[in-house]
């Protein structure tokens, strides 16, 4: 991640971070080296300080997954998390001299996981990923109507939490834009259907405003 060693491109506050991952929970467990080496797509939750700060990922995984016994060999793992992402055509622009781009957020996590595969952290691990993730639907699902089938479900699952060693991030929202570039950029997305990019840039352009 070249981009997160860019100032211009870094977040506003843990709040960029802890909004990315609440909207893009699913991203890359990575172990990577080695002769079992294992990368696995799973939701992941953030766990807050009080400056709210991330300080730990949850999530869990199926216990006969083979990154399970690649971790408890070595907890040091990686965490990536791709956000809303957009290709930038110079189409859109009065300059068409200029390049083609790619605005995105993302971040890299790097950590350090302790497994558990009790009945209590397995339930209370999926019961909060699914309470965020049924949060405001109507007729929201609730893990207790599983009833008896739940211990037949947690027989198969391991819970984590990862420590968060490191933080990189990459927040590359059109920052380095002229005003002119940004508005054409601003419409040529929102007529391709890509407002969630677009709005993650107006805000950010909105911060850098200075007040009046």
């Known amino acids: 991640m070249g981009h997160a060693r860019d ?11 802890v909004r990315l991952l609440a909207t893009q929970p699913f991203g890359w467990l ?16 953030a766990e ?3 400056d709210g700060q991330v300080i730990a990922l949850r999530g869990h995984l199926a216990r006969r997954n083979p990154h399970v016994a690649r971790l408890r060999r070595d907890p040091r793992a990686q965490a990536l998390i791709i956000g809303p992402h957009a290709y930038v055509s110079p189409s859109w622009l009065d300059d068409r001299t200029q390049a083609p781009s790619w605005n995105y957020a993302a971040v890299m996590f790097d950590l350090e996981l302790q497994l558990d595969e009790a009945e209590p952290p397995v ?18 699902w ?10 037949r479900l947690a027989t198969g699952v391991t819970a984590f939490r990862a420590q968060v060693l490191e933080t990189r991030a990459t927040f590359k929202l059109g920052q380095d834009e002229a005003r002119h570039d ?17 709005n993650w840039m107006r805000d950010f352009a909105a911060s850098s405003e200075p007040s009046a």
Do not use: N
């Open 7 to 17: 100032s211009r491109y870094a977040p506003r506050s843990h709040d960029d971070v």
């Open 30 to 45: 990575v172990s990577a080296g080695g002769p079992d080496a294992c990368f696995t797509p799973l939701p992941l939750r």
């Open 48 to 50: 807050q300080d009080a």
């Open 123 to 140: 339930r209370e691990e999926l019961d909060a990923l699914v309470t965020q993730m049924e949060d405001g639907r109507p007729k929201a």
């Open 142 to 151: 609730a893990l207790d109507e599983m009833g008896e089938r739940f211990a």
């Open 182 to 198: 940004f508005a054409q950029l601003l419409a040529g997305l929102d007529a391709s259907g890509e407002d969630v990019v677009a």
